[in-house]
């Protein structure tokens, strides 16, 4: 029972970044119909400036609190803010080009990641946990650290989901997803929406990597891993599905968890895989289609 209840808390911690993250990717997809594999970098960025700034604020003589404050705004707002260049710059030219916005991401990765390498070097960086010890959840053990992260990112995505669902923001989001010529006929500025929901997308990435630095070990390419499990996630899902992607990632999560725990973690990665591989023959499409 205690392991069972430990593998389901993993599940969820591991889960709520990967949902964070795949949401990113499923509402790019929906809204410009491309799929973007750079937003790993905007992951990564932001991960990268977390665990560069919290160190150095406390060698500054911050606490460690204000120090974790403005690292995450800071880490954030840098993500934000390369993600706004990105699209002006290159993804604002091929939206709705799945072939050309293919080509472009794929090299904005390859430019990042040397970016990053030249910028903060190849060395792994740790965070200081900002809170310490174990709590005991009904026997199964937690560090208090990814207890905190986990809350608050299970806390954001309940969050977006409603932002997605109920807000005006959120249902033009929805509205051209689905069509967006009628959209347009409705009403709905699309360049504006597609602007908006592309830095929108970005900064759900952006607080991805932010929360999950402290427990990780973070380097120039450490979206790289995420970018892997985050597409398998909407994919199984359905491109451009917020819920599929949400039960995506979760799916992602357990398997990792449960497989990693009963068998070993490359057992886990290969199941990973043939479930993608068999989604694509039987269900293209995903569990919950296309958004």
């Known amino acids: 029972m205690e392991n069972l209840l430990q593998l389901l808390l993993t599940t969820v911690q591991i889960g709520s970044v990967y949902v964070l993250f795949a949401l990113g990717l499923t509402i790019i997809f929906g809204v410009l119909k491309i799929v973007n594999f750079a937003h790993s970098q905007?992951?990564?960025l932001s991960a990268l400036l977390v665990a560069v700034v919290i160190p150095w604020l406390m060698e500054e003589g911050y606490s460690l609190f204000n120090a974790?404050?403005?690292g995450l705004v800071?880490?954030?707002a840098g993500a934000?803010?390369?993600?706004?260049?990105?699209?002006?710059v290159g993804f604002r030219w091929f939206q709705r080009d799945m072939v050309g916005s293919f080509i472009l991401s794929a090299g904005l990765v390859l430019l990042f990641e040397g970016i990053y390498l030249e910028v903060f070097g190849g060395a792994v960086r740790s965070?200081?946990?900002?809170v310490e010890g174990t709590i005991s959840v009904l026997g199964a053990g937690l560090s208090a650290q990814r207890l905190l992260i986990c809350i608050i990112a299970v806390m954001l995505t309940g969050g977006l989901a409603w932002v997605l669902a109920k807000t005006r923001f959120g249902n033009a989001l929805r509205a051209v997803s689905i069509d967006h010529e009628a959209a347009m006929l409705q009403g709905i500025p699309y360049k504006s929406i597609a602007f908006h929901g592309f830095i929108f997308a970005t900064l759900i990435g952006a607080i991805a990597g932010a929360l999950i630095a402290p427990v990780s070990s973070v380097s120039p390419t450490f979206g790289d891993s995420f970018l892997v499990k985050g597409f398998i996630a909407v994919v199984i899902g359905g491109l451009g599905s917020v819920p599929g992607a949400i039960i995506g990632?979760?799916?992602?999560?357990a398997?990792?968890?449960f497989g990693?725990?009963?068998?070993?973690?490359s057992s886990a990665s290969l199941a990973i895989f043939v479930l993608v591989m068999l989604m694509l023959l039987v269900r293209p499409n995903g569990v919950l289609g296309r958004g």
């Open 249 to 253: 990632s979760l799916l992602i999560a």
């Open 68 to 70: 974790y404050l403005f």
């Open 260 to 265: 990693g725990f009963y068998f070993d973690p």
């Open 74 to 76: 800071i880490g954030i």
């Open 42 to 44: 905007f992951f990564t």
């Open 80 to 88: 934000a803010m390369l993600g706004v260049l990105t699209y002006q």
């Open 127 to 130: 965070v200081p946990p900002l």
């Open 255 to 257: 398997i990792e968890a």
